[in-house]
């Protein structure tokens, strides 16, 4: 069955730095999205993103985000200078198409900013 | 604000029972509902979902009922396994692009 793949599992970082998350959603599906969850807490909605712009994206989603496709295969979120409260798993997801399509997750990204 | 919550954040089964997990909604323009599972360490894992036009689904050990009058959205496990224990999460959407809104989660626990 296919699925979405992202990495690194784990990514340690100082705050103040940049990092890149990877993710390679399903090969026919044309939706992609970053989502995160803080320790404990709900799965929250970061960004959506289709036809190579952004569709939609949330309050978390600041100047300090941005996501990227750069290839036919990867689909990439970036924070420019990490702080402390992103330090959260971070999914990758994607459909087949917008409304009313499953959203099939990867299995996250772990960001522990120190 | 509008928010999807669940009513029972544990539920303990022994193997072989019936489970149902709860969930309340409140965005009423939400078209779609979406439960999940999720396992220690890994991603949500789709398990069924249900559009506003329908009151019930049913998957494979699965049934998904959605009562539009009082808002509410039920996941119904059968004949539960210890392979079953884990996070569910319900989530709705429908009203933009792949947008859920998710659950707080309840953690199902099953006892051989």
């Known amino acids: 069955e296919p699925e979405v793949t992202q990495t690194p599992s784990h990514q340690v970082t100082q705050m103040g730095q940049e990092v890149i998350l990877r993710c390679v959603p399903i090969s026919n599906h044309l939706y992609f999205y970053w989502y995160r969850q803080i320790l404990g807490q709900k799965v929250e909605f970061l960004v959506s993103f289709y036809n190579n712009e952004i569709s939609e994206k949330s309050e978390i989603f600041d100047d300090q985000f941005s996501v990227e496709r750069p290839d036919g295969s990867n689909f990439t979120l970036k924070i420019r200078s990490t702080k402390l409260e992103d330090s959260a798993m971070y999914f990758c997801a994607s459909s087949e198409w917008d409304r009313g399509s499953p959203l099939h997750f990867g299995n996250g990204t772990r960001l522990t900013v120190t | 604000g509008e928010s999807v919550g669940l009513h029972l954040p544990t539920l303990s089964v022994q193997e072989g029972d019936n489970s149902i997990i709860n969930c309340a909604y409140s965005?009423?323009?939400?078209?779609?509902f979406i439960w999940y599972k999720q396992e220690s360490g890994k991603g949500p894992q789709f398990i069924i979902d249900?559009?506003?036009?329908?009151d019930k689904r049913q998957g494979q050990r699965v049934t998904v009922l959605l009562n539009k009058t009082v808002k509410h959205l039920s996941l119904q496990i059968a004949a539960t396994q210890p392979g079953d224990s884990a996070v569910y999460f319900c989530a709705e959407g429908g009203t933009s692009y792949g947008k859920l809104t998710f659950g707080q989660g309840t953690i199902l626990t099953v006892h051989p």
């Open positions: 965005n009423s323009a939400s078209d779609y």
């Open positions: 249900i559009r506003s036009n329908m």
